[in-house]
């Protein structure tokens, strides 16, 4: 009896430590797709702007600065594009972006 109690303890010694590993693994790999998630953002984005700018299409430089001004709606981020803060009727909250 005093065996199997022993080796049950072991097991779920073991058994924790490998649980253990597995939440620092998921942990690491979901770390590494937020890291690659911004990477693929930063490429596009700099793509879009690089593009919008030296390309000479007016049509999508409008498009695309329009679409920032619509759909960026936090302060600090409209700063970065030197857009006007967006307008919110007394006592509302800005939409979450």
Known sequence: ???TQTLRAKLEAK???????LKLLAAREASQQRKDDTRRKIIVGALAI???DLD???DFR???Y?????YTT???DRAL????PLETPAGSKPPAS
Do not use: I
């Open 62 to 64: 409008r498009e695309l």
């Open 66 to 70: 329009g679409l920032v001004n619509r």
């Open 56 to 58: 000479g299409k007016e």
């Open 81 to 84: 594009f030197n857009l006007e």
């Open 15 to 21: 058994k924790k430590q490998v649980e253990e590993k």
């Open 1 to 3: 009896m005093a065996n």
């Open 50 to 52: 690089t593009h919008a």
């Open 74 to 76: 936090r302060p600090q």
